[in-house]
């Protein structure tokens, strides 16, 4: 059974930075795509970043330049490193993987919220 918890999220003031992890159990991120959307309330799920297998990474136009992904498969985990943090990235932030036989799985979700 594949598993992704996220950890790291909370109340951050304008300009203020977060460290997401996501640790996976059940999957091996090292041969999957993995990474970030987020969701605000009313809306759909939008890609934040992703990290794909074999090397690569995609970021949103809205964050590129203050997020930044990254893995560590040694801990099968994955990270979303947020800096300057503007209230428009409040929103709930899910982790995203998709396997070798391109099965999705998403994680419960953490509530970041960018506020003064």
């Known amino acids: 059974q594949v598993q992704l918890v996220e950890s790291g999220g909370g109340l951050v003031q304008p300009g203020g930075s977060l460290r997401l992890s996501c640790a996976g159990s059940?999957?091996?991120?090292?041969?999957?795509?993995a990474g970030w959307y987020r969701q605000v309330s009313g809306s759909g799920r939008e890609l934040v970043a992703l990290?794909?297998?074999?090397?690569?990474?995609t970021y949103a136009d809205s964050v590129k330049g203050r997020f930044t992904i990254s893995r560590d498969y040694g801990k099968n985990t994955v990270f979303l490193q947020m800096n300057s943090l503007k209230p428009e990235d409040t929103a709930a932030y899910y982790c995203y993987a998709r396997d070798f036989r391109n099965q999705d799985f998403w994680g419960r979700g953490t509530q970041i919220t960018v506020s003064s």
């Open positions: 059940g999957i091996i991120f090292s041969l999957s795509n």
């Open positions: 990290t794909i297998t074999g090397g690569g990474e």
